[in-house]
């Protein structure tokens, strides 16, 4: 059993390979993913600001982690004088090892009729010595290696630094949009959705539990128009169209930082056949996830940065809320259609905070074009999760429920590039990630932005028409014996 056995609370990926300074370095097991690097912490950065890191964690929520530092810092120094230890043990084993070899030629000179006892006592007791030497040797180079093992495995628990001008604990709001789009209705896209046949949630239930939800009609339609003209904004802009797997090897998640609080759980996780031999699979929670796994252990050239990726994929959350107005229809659900943002660039903060800024002129750019009323947000350093060095959100008005989130933008500095091995000129890169669009959240507030509760119809942003085929509103209308939906081309724009 291990000297140092690790916290309860710290998961530790089954990929992680551990150097080790007097042993050779490990080799993957048999559940690795055979591709992923071994972490590069800067462990020498944590031992020598130990203070910071350890008020860092306790900023950002993460106050199991705040000892972390210091045990680290001790460990090293036992480690340390298990080396100067080692060293002297080593060179008295080489010692008796030279005495033991002189022993050997001496005896070769004597003739084999005549053995001496004493000589013979005497090798006898140098074989003993040396064994005992290597004994002490090994039980001390086991030591070390489970003592790097611990080291590496606190380091890599502590989140990411965070942006010096980040608040505490509540977010600044830095600017407004189209603020003058205020909601002049409380009715929810759920109502909205059942009533023009867009939504349906009842038959979710039964196909896939709570969570879940079916999209119909316009509203099938609706989520491919929001993802074109996404997309559309994206690419005008230089960023290249990926489309990602949704299964991804769990240890990614780790290395991209994914680490839930609490009791909730991170992602879907597959069963396999024979999942003790294999590496273990689950469900992306965000594209982001595969898509820093696309760059892991490359080295792109310094002029070919920033690379930049946007992703088409489905996303798969394990917790979707209580059951409560706040998380209610399409706001918060398990599964779900995203186009995520994700860069890669040179190590400075001159460059992230160009592709930080580009990131977030995207985000406003598709929301704003939608009609919504958006603001954004400098978020706090609670919020930040463990990869984020900054956070920005973007919040639109919803007309049920008020401000609800539906983008954010990061800059995790090299917090992921040193668990994939992304380098460029032998320096760790760094990575940005933001959403571009979450479906349902923003199908949702654009349903309650355009619904016009007089007219019984809603009316589609403008910026949508072209990929709806030219329809411009949906409405209802009481016909015959029940309620139909009627489609109008050419109605009023959504400005």
């Known amino acids: 059993m291990s000297s140092f056995p690790l916290a309860a609370n710290l998961r530790i990926p089954r990929h992680w390979k551990l150097p080790c300074l007097s042993l050779a370095s490990a080799r993957h097991s048999s559940t690795s993913p055979p591709l992923l690097p071994p972490y590069s912490i800067d462990i020498k950065h944590i031992r020598r600001n130990g203070p910071l890191h350890s008020q860092n964690c ?6 199991q982690f705040a000892p972390y530092p210091a ?55 140098l074989i003993e010595r040396a064994r005992e030497l290597k004994g002490k040797v090994n039980e001390l180079d086991t030591q070390n290696s489970e003592a790097e093992q611990r080291i590496l495995a606190l380091a890599s628990a502590l989140p990411s630094l ?33 009533q023009l046949n867009m939504l349906d949630f009842s038959s979710a239930a039964k196909t896939s539990g709570h969570g879940y939800y079916f999209l119909l009609n316009e509203g099938a339609q609706l989520e491919q128009a929001l993802i074109q003209y996404t997309l559309s904004l994206a690419r005008e802009r230089g960023w290249k169209m990926v489309a990602p797997p949704s299964v991804i090897y769990s240890a990614l998640s780790d290395a991209c930082g994914y680490m839930p609080r609490g009791e909730e759980r991170a992602a879907f996780e597959l069963v396999q ?12 929670a965000t594209a982001e996830i595969p898509l820093a796994g696309m ?9 070919a940065l920033p690379l930049r990726s946007v992703g088409i994929s489905r996303s798969y959350r394990p ?9 209610k229809g399409l706001y918060r659900v398990h599964e779900f259609t995203k186009v995520e943002l994700f860069s890669v660039c040179a190590p ?26 958006v603001r954004e947000l400098e978020m706090p350093r609670v919020e930040l999760g463990r990869a984020a060095w900054r956070k920005k959100d973007m919040e639109a008005e919803f007309a049920s429920r008020g401000w609800g989130e539906v983008a954010s933008a990061s800059e ?49 942003p403008r910026v949508l028409v072209p990929y709806m085929g030219g329809v411009e509103e949906v409405r209802v209308e009481k016909m015959g014996r029940g309620v139909e939906r009627l489609i109008e081309r050419g109605g009023p724009e959504l400005s």
């Open 71 to 125: 045990e680290i810092e001790k460990l090293h120094a036992l480690k340390l004088a298990r080396c100067n230890e080692l060293l002297a043990l080593r060179k008295d084993s080489k010692e008796v090892g030279a005495k033991i070899q002189a022993y050997k030629i001496a005896a070769r000179r004597t003739s084999a009729s005549s053995p001496s006892d004493e000589a013979d006592e005497g090798l006898s007791t």
């Open 348 to 373: 400075t903060a001159e460059a992230s905070s160009t592709v930080f800024n580009e990131i977030l002129a995207l985000q406003r750019a598709v929301l704003t074009g939608l009609g919504l009323r």
């Open 162 to 194: 965070s942006y010096e001008k980040a608040p505490l604990t509540s977010p600044v709001v830095d600017a407004r949009y189209n603020d003058e789009n205020v909601a002049m209705h409380s009715t929810s896209h759920v109502d909205i959705g059942l």
């Open 295 to 303: 760059h892991a252990n490359t080295k792109p050239a310094r002029d």
């Open 319 to 327: 917790e979707a809320g209580a059951r409560g107005r706040a998380s």
């Open 58 to 63: 306790i900023e950002r929520a993460y106050p």
């Open 273 to 284: 056949d024979n999942s003790a031999s294999k590496p273990a699979l689950s469900l992306a």
């Open 412 to 460: 995790c500095r090299d917090f992921q590039a040193r668990r994939l091995g992304i380098r460029s000129r032998g320096e760790f890169a760094w990575t940005l990630n933001g959403t571009a669009v979450a479906v349902p959240r923003v199908l949702a507030a654009v349903m309650e932005r355009g619904w016009d509760k007089e007219g019984g119809r809603l009316k589609l």
